[in-house]
């Protein structure tokens, strides 16, 4: 059974710079997508990127430019590099799992089988 966990969370002033990672602990299917996702108080959980096996990452338009995905197989870590860092990015961030199922890892929910507790982010202005 595969455990998701995340850290690298804080309090950061607008315009700075914070590094999320996401552990792997146990199996991970081999042909998978992980998947990085915020929400903000009273809000939706949205997706923020995507990154498969190969390493292929999607970003959404909002932190495009921004913000990068990148993993360490050997360690079996998946990252989220976040510059620029605006209020409107804070929230809670959790990584999620699942077996990858087209060509595209999207950042449906239901796609996700496995999810991480989560990291605050903070932003202030």
């Known amino acids: 059974q595969v455990q998701l966990v995340e850290s690298g969370g804080g309090s950061v002033q607008a315009g700075g710079s914070l590094t999320l990672s996401c552990a792997v602990a146990?199996?991970?299917?081999?042909?998978?997508?992980v998947a990085w996702f915020r929400q903000a108080p009273g809000k939706e959980r949205e997706g923020v990127g995507t990154?498969?096996?190969?390493?292929?990452?999607i970003v959404t338009d909002f932190v495009k430019g921004r913000f990068n995905m990148s993993q360490d197989n050997s360690k079996d870590v998946i990252y989220l590099q976040m510059n620029y860092l605006k209020p409107d990015n804070t929230g809670m961030y959790y990584c999620?799992?699942?077996?990858?199922?087209?060509?595209?890892?999207?950042?449906?929910?239901?796609?996700?089988?496995?999810w991480g507790q989560g990291t605050q982010v903070t932003v202030s202005s």
């Open positions: 990154i498969d096996s190969d390493g292929r990452t």
């Open positions: 146990g199996y991970m299917f081999t042909d998978r997508c």
């Open positions: 999620a799992a699942g077996v990858k199922k087209g060509l595209v890892c999207w950042t449906w929910t239901s796609d996700y089988t496995t």
